[in-house]
């Protein structure tokens, strides 16, 4: 992507900050991440990609028909279970603090809890894939040491339904319990994943929304009974038919249904709404669902940086029917479903996820699971060697730096250019400002009204795998220890912030 280089817009920072208005007060926990059922459990997932196609200069080669078992299998590797006790994804965890963990997807709903030992790694009728103690002591213990909350989604499977009929709760109740007594809460449960895709999502053969709605109420009757403290989640839908297409998903081509039909006759009242949030499909599906795929030439415009906005302020209408005053969950958010795009993992990628998090504020509270931690190929961290990658320090510094309080900063957008304003993370009198420049040609200036500390985010070329803080390499040290995040301070006056850069500016 060249860039000629163009100035065209100045932010002023006022003065007195005073005339902005505070919104509202976000969760502490707004980044959060999934860690997937198949990474503890190992199993199979989407298929990393070459430093060619990550770097742009090799194309994925196209696929025909997703029904197709091969060509399927072709997307998809096999990854062995992940290592939660290792020592440098432990401590990069909990640099970023507090945050819920999210352990679903697919997989998940057709998992056997084998705690007893008695399966001999062979999954039992009606499931896929086994669970075992000592792999879900590891995401306890993980739970615990980063200080997280706990999400789950439970198994929905042919297995869960042995005559055929409702959900029978003997696998809900071994995961419950086992970790209650082992001594880590879940904190909050999904039914199930992507519920409103049915079958697809691993539910039963012939599995309609009535009697997902039958089964949501079983389990969250007993869970309300059993373990009040437990937040109740839902609906967790990939897109909805009802409010028109939204960015995109594997929901976009095949047959699904609708937020109303999944609740509409549920008893057990939510906690909190959820929904999964992708901007669209990535190269490994874009053959097969062209419609629903942005090329990486599109990923720092306007149109597709709004795409988790535009979520949240619809789907923020059905969390007002069904559960009013409630949070809004993101419970699965990432650039593309299917893996990630081949840009995830580069700094590209960065100016999206800022833009979500500073927008999603705007809008309501609640908390955004990053898919995944270290997963594929839109984790936070590399999934084989936990390097940490763009994004994982891009949220790094909104965590340390930008506080609870937001504030309205619309005034401040315009074309190319995106304005946050939040209180100081740090409880010190004063705002911080995010701006994000993401055109590829224009500079901006931005006309600090007193001295301020500078965190400017950039990389040359904007598809690569390191991402410069003030013109300084981010990356781990030999031993393993986080690089510099101190920040540069600026004297009051005018600065420039080139191209496709991102800036926290902390007064």
């Given at each position: 992507?060249?860039?000629?280089v163009?100035?065209?817009k100045?932010?002023?920072?006022p ?9 509202r007060?976000?969760d502490?926990?707004?980044?959060s991440?999934n860690?997937?059922m ?8 989407w298929?990393?990609y070459?430093?060619?196609?990550i770097?742009g200069t ?9 029904t ?11 990854y062995s279970p992940?290592?939660l006790?290792n020592?440098?994804l ?10 819920w963990i999210r352990?679903s997807g697919?997989?998940a709903?057709?998992?056997?809890y084998?705690f ?5 790694g062979?999954a039992p009728?009606g499931?896929?894939?086994v ?10 213990d993980?739970v615990?040491?980063?200080?997280g909350k706990l999400?789950?989604?439970?198994s929905?499977?042919?297995g869960d339904?042995?005559?055929?009929g409702?959900?029978?709760?003997s696998?809900?109740?071994?995961i419950?319990e ?10 909050a449960?999904?039914f199930?994943n992507?519920?409103n ?7 039963p ?7 997902y709605?039958?089964?949501q109420?079983?389990l969250?009757?007993w869970v309300r ?7 109740l989640?839902g609906p967790c839908t990939?897109?909805?038919p ?5 960015g995109?998903?594997i929901?976009?081509i095949v047959?699904s249904c609708?937020?109303k039909?999944l609740?509409e006759n549920t008893e057990i009242k939510l906690?909190?709404f959820?929904y999964?949030c992708?901007?669209g499909v ?6 097969v669902?062209?419609?629903a795929?942005?090329?990486s030439?599109?990923a720092?415009t ?8 535009d979520?949240?302020?619809?789907y923020a209408?059905?969390r ?17 479903g299917?893996?990630g795009?081949t ?5 590209l990628d960065?100016?999206?996820?800022l ?8 809008i309501t509270d609640g908390?955004i699971?990053h ?6 190929d839109?984790?936070?961290?590399h ?11 891009a949220?790094?510094l909104?965590?340390?730096?930008m506080?609870?309080t937001v504030y309205?900063c619309?005034?401040?957008h315009?074309?190319g250019?995106?304005?946050y ?9 004063g705002?911080v400002?995010l701006i994000?420049?993401n055109?590829l040609?224009?500079?901006l200036?931005?006309n600090?009204?007193?001295e301020?500390d ?6 040359n070329?904007?598809?690569s795998g390191?991402m ?6 981010l990356k781990?040290s030999e031993a393993?220890?986080l690089?510099?995040?101190s920040p540069v301070?600026?004297?009051?006056g005018?600065?420039?912030l080139?191209p496709?850069s991102?800036a926290?500016f902390?007064?």
């Open positions: 992507m060249e860039m000629k163009n100035t065209k100045n932010v002023v920072i003065r007195n900050p005073q005339i902005l208005t505070p919104i007060q976000m502490e926990r707004l980044v991440y860690i997937e198949t990474e503890v459990t190992g199993g199979t997932f298929k990393a070459t430093p060619e196609q770097a090799k194309e994925f080669p196209p696929i025909r028909d997703l197709d078992v091969t060509e399927m299998a072709s997307l998809m590797q096999y992940i290592d006790y020592r440098k432990r401590k990069l965890s909990k640099e970023l603090g507090p945050v352990v697919s997989w709903t057709k998992t056997y084998d007893e030992g008695t399966t001999g062979i009728q499931y896929q894939s669970l075992t103690a000592k792999q879900w002591k590891g995401v306890l993980f615990k040491d980063v200080g999400l789950v989604s439970v929905n499977c042919e339904h042995p005559d055929g409702s959900l029978d709760l696998q809900a109740k071994k419950f086992f970790s209650n007594n082992y001594g880590v809460a879940i904190d449960v999904e199930m992507e519920p895709m049915l079958e697809i999502s691993g539910a053969a012939g599995y309609t929304p009535a009697d709605g039958r089964d109420d079983i969250y009757r009974e059993n373990y009040p403290k437990c937040l989640v990939t897109g909805d009802s409010v028109g297409e939204m995109a998903g929901g976009s047959k609708t937020t039909e609740l906690d909190v959820s999964h992708y901007n990535s190269e490994r599906l874009a053959s669902m062209p419609k795929h942005w090329a030439e599109l720092h306007d149109e597709y940086l709004a795409v988790a906005g979520y949240a302020k619809k209408v059905l007002d029917q069904y559960v009013r005053d409630g949070q809004m969950w993101v419970t699965e958010s990432g650039d593309a299917g893996g795009n840009w995830a993992s580069t700094y960065v100016l999206r996820t833009n979500e998090l500073g927008s999603f504020a705007q908390v699971f898919n995944t931690l270290a997963s594929s839109y984790g936070f961290l999934h084989a060697t936990f390097d940490p990658r763009p994004n994982y320090f949220v790094l909104w965590n340390r730096l506080g609870s309205d619309r005034d401040y315009e074309e250019m995106h304005v304003c939040h209180s100081r993370k740090d409880a010190v009198q705002m400002y994000i420049n055109s040609s224009d500079t200036t931005v600090l009204p007193k301020a500078s965190y400017v985010l950039c990389a070329p904007v598809r390191v410069l803080l003030n013109d300084k390499e781990l393993g220890d690089p510099d995040l301070t600026k004297p009051a005018l600065i420039t080139n496709a991102c926290f902390v007064l």
